[in-house]
């Protein structure tokens, strides 16, 4: 029996490092960002700090997807033969492309937050009256964006506990007994 322990390592520390990153900054970063020496400089504070963790969050995001991969390829009979298999697994692609799809907006609003310097704003994602039309509607946006990601990526480490509960030898004899009529239980 070979192992996989390089992909379900990758797997595992970048949605952890994705899963963390993202709940510490919207729970930290961005209201800290509020503690700027003046309203003006709340936004760039934020920005600094999300300009920063940007770099790791892709790294994060890569090894889990390519880590994802690997156990996709490993695991590619097993899934085909057990019952409920497929489903987990097709459950876990959605919320995986689901966290990708709000992590890469939440990055493109965050641009549009960072393009203007000097900004006044009450935190990171909470604008003030003196804010710009177009900065307040991408930090109302985030505001509540900034809780999907890792509402999303929570969901993927419940499913991708449920996945390695699938993978214990009576779950798979069970869920492979049962596709077989006059066997199952």
Known sequence: MSTNTLSRSLH???????????????I?????????????????????????WTPVNAAAIGAH???SLGMLG????????????????????????AALGVTAYSRVLGRRVSEQTDVPADSGTEPTTGTPADVAAAQRQLRMLQWAVPAL???????????????RPSSVLDGITSRIPGLSG
Do not use: C, H, I, Y
Not at 153 to 167: D, F
């Open 153 to 167: 990526t929570g969901a993927l480490v419940v499913v991708s506990a449920q996945a390695g509960e699938e993978q």
């Open 65 to 67: 997807v390519l880590g």
């Open 28 to 52: 930290a970063l961005n209201p800290a960002a509020a503690e700027a020496d003046s309203p003006s400089r709340t936004g760039a504070v934020a920005n600094v700090g999300w300009d920063r």
């Open 12 to 26: 595992d520390v970048g949605l952890a490092a994705w899963f963390g990153g993202t709940l510490a900054n919207a």
């Open 74 to 97: 490993s695991d590619a009979g097993r899934v085909a033969a057990q019952k409920g298999a497929l489903r987990t697994t097709m459950v876990k692609t959605g919320l995986t492309a």
